[in-house]
């Protein structure tokens, strides 16, 4: 099982570049059983809501891109990614815990009371970041070239990822004792 994890996870990384390369060789609908396989994968091995959901709407660009034999359909996968996870966080919020507050806790158990509104503070910065990102993944999938796309969902928007996480970690994170 945590061999499947790590492909879904690489299967994941290099989904921008593999469709980037697949586009410049392949069809596109052939290209969406790339998709299509990496959904599945990904949802079998986490077994997670979000990861669920995910696979249940690359289903729907898998056909439109088949369908179609557009390549857009494909590149909005990573849309369809941050909108998930945008659901996920802003649904924590309404019905606590936070995700946030969920994974600090697996490493402090026993978090105090003041770190409950940071960690919804950090929950809401997150929801801010699924929606800034997934914009631009959308507006590069519509706008921009296939090399750009793949640039900025490939590698942008995951040093984005690593700096809001280890800006919180180590420059914003208040210190309540942990």
Sequence with gaps: MRAAKALAWLATL???LAIWLGLAHFE?????????????LRAA????????????????????SMLSNDGL????????VNAAFLVVFATSLRRPPTVIE??????????????IPYLRKVTKAWCVFF????GIALY?????????????????????????????????RPRHGH
């Design 14 to 16: 290099l989904y921008p």
């Design 28 to 40: 596109p609908r052939w290209l969406a059983l790339l998709l299509l396989a990496m959904a599945l």
């Design 45 to 64: 091995v986490s077994r997670e809501a979000v990861w669920l959901a995910a696979a249940a709407c690359a289903g729907g660009l898998v056909l439109a």
């Design 73 to 80: 359909p494909l590149k909005l996968y990573p849309v369809l």
């Design 102 to 115: 969920r994974l600090a806790r697996l490493q402090h158990p026993d978090l105090p009371p003041e770190a």
């Design 131 to 134: 929606v800034l990102n997934g």
């Design 140 to 172: 590069t999938a519509v706008r921009a070239s296939d090399a750009a796309w793949a640039l900025y969902n490939g590698m942008i928007a995951y040093g984005l990822i690593a700096a809001m996480f280890l800006g919180e970690r180590f420059l914003f």
